[in-house]
């Protein structure tokens, strides 16, 4: 088995090399002057079973290209497995028409990574389940709720906590991280004007008194949840914090985040932290490396993935 790291997020491809006892295959991935990308693997890896970790974070189009130049080369050195590893998948929220004449990208980008030679996918917290389906290889999705119900319990231990999922599209999730902890579950009722602007209208279920734990799969303009803490604290709570698996805060996100009554938000490492993120007061990371690496070492193994979430 070879784990082989690209340019997107290298911490995380050492971390989960490291979770396994090994060494990142050696491999160059640099661009020419006109910015085309150029891979080469230096280490044999025929006959091998390789994992390619690269999550399609910003910038989307250069990680994403990285990644199928990358699963080209393995398949033409003739690697007998190729796995690609994409803790983050990009273009995700594209998974259907919302409206005439736009595209359904989320296809198009597995037909991309199949075409370019992935035998498999491994990815963390789909947006939406039913990506899956736009593969024709196996795809494993994995949840970063038990790596987020030890934090909590380490964290809020003796605490009344609620979770609380900020749409109706996420209670799902919510739930089964209500389940994990053993809280009970709310839910923010919100209306969405226009993309990017979100307005919380109710809250189904009783904070008063509770510490609230939101629970969302990405985070991007933190809008949504920023709202959702407002509406929560003046509802009662004694205090809101957020566990997002996807840290993407573009634009003034984080400049948002810490202007909120947020106590903290805690996000995974599976896109790599800006400067911004790692010195906001109250953004707190966590490692899903070996969450990662063990489904990694099962997959290699022919071993049952989904055991990981019983």
């Known amino acids: 088995?070879?784990?082989?790291?690209?340019?997107?997020?290298?911490?995380?491809?050492?971390?989960?090399?490291a979770c396994l006892r090994l060494d990142v295959t050696n491999a160059s991935i640099r661009r020419f002057a006109d910015m085309e990308i150029f891979v080469e693997v230096h280490e044999n890896v025929r006959g091998e079973d390789v994992f390619v970790i690269q999550p399609t974070s910003y910038p989307a189009n250069d990680n994403l290209m990285e990644l199928l130049v990358t699963l080209d080369a393995l398949r033409r050195g003739s690697a007998r497995r190729i796995t690609a590893v994409i803790p983050y998948f990009g273009y995700a929220r594209q998974d259907r028409?919302?409206?005439?004449?736009?595209?359904?990208?989320?296809?198009?980008?597995?037909?991309?990574?199949?075409?370019?030679?992935?035998?498999?996918?491994?990815?963390?917290?789909?947006?939406?389940?039913?990506?899956?389906?736009?593969?024709?290889?196996?795809?494993?999705?994995?949840?970063?709720?038990?790596?987020?119900?030890?934090?909590?319990?380490?964290?809020?231990?003796g605490e009344r906590l609620m979770v609380v999922s900020p749409d109706v599209g996420g209670v799902v999730r919510a739930r089964l991280l209500a389940k994990r902890i053993d809280a009970d579950l709310a839910i923010i009722d919100k209306r969405r004007e226009r993309a990017?602007?979100?307005?919380?209208?109710?809250?189904?279920?009783?904070?008063?008194?509770?510490?609230?734990?939101?629970?969302?799969?990405?985070?991007?303009?933190?809008?949504?949840?920023?709202?959702?803490?407002?509406?929560?604290t003046e509802a009662g709570a004694t205090a809101v914090s957020a566990y997002v698996t996807h840290g993407v805060l573009s634009g003034g996100a984080v400049a948002r985040v810490a202007a909120s009554p947020l106590k903290e938000m805690v996000v995974t490492d599976s896109i790599q932290a800006t400067e911004s993120v790692r010195m906001a007061s109250n953004i707190r990371p966590i490692s899903i490396s070996s969450l990662l690496a063990e489904a990694i070492a099962r997959i290699s193994d022919e071993r049952s993935v989904s055991s990981l979430f019983d």
């Open 1 to 17: 088995m070879k784990v082989l790291g690209c340019n997107a997020n290298r911490p995380l491809a050492e971390s989960i090399a």
């Open 97 to 157: 028409k919302t409206g005439p004449r736009t595209p359904i990208t989320a296809k198009l980008v597995a037909n991309l990574i199949t075409q370019a030679g992935a035998n498999r996918v491994v990815t963390l917290d789909l947006h939406s389940g039913q990506i899956q389906g736009f593969f024709d290889i196996p795809v494993d999705n994995l949840f970063a709720a038990p790596v987020f119900a030890n934090d909590i319990r380490q964290q809020y231990d």
């Open 196 to 232: 990017g602007v979100s307005e919380v209208m109710n809250i189904i279920g009783d904070v008063r008194g509770r510490t609230c734990i939101m629970v969302d799969d990405i985070v991007d303009s933190a809008g949504t949840l920023c709202n959702a803490a407002v509406a929560l």
